[in-house]
């Protein structure tokens, strides 16, 4: 039984391989070679060129469907469910995006709920995954004793990266028994940012204080560190709705169907001290 990871060299679906790797047959789909990890087979295409996808999805039963966030991003998902469905997969696991729908927000939120009903219409197995903030958005926002947050003041439900690939990986073991789900799968605790300084405190020694950034004066500065104008624009969505408290929520999703409690803010910033102030 083998398993497609496309996206393979991204934040998310680095983790599903590391989850993944040594209990199934596994096959990644990367866009360069020579950015794939060693010891695992490898495919090469590009979810924008439908030419170069055969060859990757032949042979595969399950596939874990993550597009890069983007104006074409339905194009992506179109091109890789219609390559899987001449390649006879069986079963595709499509990392969504919370509050997907035809009334989200934003415009990411509403491009994923058209290739969440593309693939429910398919007539493929399916299950959509549609994971809360990730923790890992905040690395590198403690500078010194200050810790930027653009989201505000809202709380969020956000999840450990780690977290969404474990979950990921148990559906795609056992996809059949996941057939027709969509999963909103966030962390145990919504919270604030401002609420964060007493644990980042603890991590760091020192006291960390919170600076909130307003969502547009986020924008430049998401610019300036290189993101695409569109992809900007779309964070800048997220921002002002998380600030409104659109992510004050939580789920009972992750540990229902792994069996295990979600990571803690704690636990993350502990393991990912280096980065966050990185
Ligand atoms: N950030 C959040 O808080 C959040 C929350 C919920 C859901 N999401 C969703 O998560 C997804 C992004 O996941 P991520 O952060 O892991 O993404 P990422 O780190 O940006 O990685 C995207 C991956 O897709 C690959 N890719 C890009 N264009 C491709 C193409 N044309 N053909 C084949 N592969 C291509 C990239 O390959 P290269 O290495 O070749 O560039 C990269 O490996 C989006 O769908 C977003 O809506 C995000």
């Known amino acids: 039984m083998t398993i497609l990871i496309t996206g393979a060299n991204g934040t998310v679906s680095k983790e599903v391989l590391r989850s993944l790797r040594g209990t199934a047959d596994l096959r990644l789909l990367v866009r360069d070679r020579a950015k794939a990890p060693s010891g695992v087979e490898v495919a090469v295409g590009d979810l924008h060129h439908p030419e170069t996808l055969d060859q990757a999805f032949e042979g595969v039963d399950t596939v874990w469907q993550l597009t890069a966030m983007g104006p074409d991003s339905t194009h992506a998902s179109s091109n890789a469910l219609w390559a899987a469905k ?11 995006a919370i509050g997907a729908g035809h009334d989200a927000p934003t415009r990411n939120g509403r491009l994923h709920a ?84 007493d644990t980042l405190s603890e991590v760091y020694g020192r006291p960390i204080t919170y600076q909130p950034m307003s969502p547009d004066d986020a924008y430049p500065v998401l610019l300036k560190a290189g993101m695409k104008e569109w992809d900007a624009e779309v964070t800048r969505e997220y921002l002002k709705a998380y600030d409104a408290g659109w992510g004050d929520y939580t789920t009972p999703t992750y540990t229902a169907v792994t069996g295990r409690p979600g990571t803690t803010f704690a636990q993350f910033a502990r393991d990912y001290a280096d980065q966050i102030g990185g």
Request: no cysteine; charged share 20%; proline share 4%.
């Open 86 to 96: 001449k390649a006879g997969v069986r079963h595709i696991v499509r990392m969504s």
């Open 114 to 197: 058209l290739s969440d009903i593309e693939l429910a219409a398919s007539g493929l197995g399916w299950t959509v995954v549609r994971p809360a903030f990730f923790m890992q958005n905040i690395l590198g926002s403690v500078d010194g004793g200050t810790f930027y947050g653009a989201p505000g003041e809202g709380r969020i439900g956000m999840i450990d990266v780690r977290d969404i690939a474990d979950f990921a990986a148990v559906v795609l073991r056992d996809p059949a028994r996941h057939q027709g789900e969509t999963y909103t799968v966030t962390g145990p605790e919504a919270i604030r940012l401002r609420d964060m300084t």
